[in-house]
Antibody
Framework: EVQLEESGGGLVQPGGSLRVSCAASGFTFSNYGMSWVRQAPGKGLQWVSGISGSGYSTYYADSVKGRFTISRDNSRNTLYLQMNSLRADDTAVYYC??????????????WGQGTLVTVSS | QSVLTQPPSVSAAPGQKVTISCSGSSSNIGNNFVSWYQQFPGTAPKLLIYENNKRPSGIPDRFSGSKSGTSATLGITGLQTGDEADYYCGTWDSSLSVGVFGGGTKLTVL
């Protein structure tokens, strides 16, 4: 069974940093692109960042480019999102999501339960 | 403001059919596959439709998808109260190299 489990969310002050993680199991992690998708309270889905299976290719939404870094450790079957210079509008539930097929970034056929990141003083 | 445009809400009676539209541009829907997701409050989204009109295993054939030009449509027939949820379209934008979603549509089954 494919499973994704996020961790690392919490309360952080504006301008601070946080790293969220996503532990994957049940599939050959290194073969699949992965993404982070966030959802602000009461709002819709926003794609944040994606990474190829090898980790060689990365993609970012304009709103986080230069502040967030996506990475993966295929030996640990883990996806990461390093978030720096956090702002109040980064407050959201952050989901990790697995690509449907090998070699692509989207669509997403499996999602984690999400981890809440709150940016507030 | 979302790159893809969806109606904020739709409603229909149990047993009826409803469609949800998703409008984009040539750089996203026009040249890429569209997917649809269902989300219940407090839970993660679930893939309903991929590659415009394909259903993952376990998704009933009451759900269907189509695409024409720069627009896509999700159809749901035989509406049930359990279908009340938020529905999102999504795709890739080739010009921006980013994933994009619609703003979401809240379905109410009256």
């Amino acid at each position: 069974e494919v499973q994704l489990e996020e961790s690392g969310g919490g309360l952080v002050q504006p301008g601070g940093s946080l790293r969220v993680s996503c532990a994957a199991s049940g599939f050959t992690f290194s073969n699949y692109g992965m993404s982070w998708v966030r959802q602000a309270p009461g709002k819709g889905l926003q794609w944040v960042s994606g990474i190829s299976g090898s980790g060689y290719s990365t993609y970012y939404a304009d709103s986080v480019k230069g502040r967030f870094t996506i990475s993966r450790d295929n030996s640990r079957n883990t996806l990461y999102l390093q978030m720096n210079s956090l702002r109040a509008d980064d407050t959201a539930v952050y989901y990790c999501a697995k690509a449907l097929r090998e070699g692509i970034i989207n669509p997403f056929d499996c999602w984690g339960q999400g981890t809440l990141v709150t940016v507030s003083s | 403001q979302s790159v893809l445009t969806q109606p904020p809400s739709v409603s229909a009676a149990p047993g009826q059919k409803v469609t949800i539209s998703c409008s984009g541009s040539s750089s996203n829907i026009g040249n890429n596959f569209v997917s649809w997701y269902q989300q219940f409050p407090g839970t993660a989204p679930k893939l309903l439709i991929y590659e415009n009109n394909k259903r993952p295993s376990g998704i009933p054939d009451r759900f269907s998808g189509s695409k024409s030009g720069t627009s896509a449509t999700l159809g749901i027939t035989g509406l049930q109260t359990g279908d009340e949820a938020d529905y999102y379209c999504g795709t890739w934008d080739s010009s921006l190299s980013v994933g994009v979603f619609g703003g979401g549509t809240k379905l109410t089954v009256l």
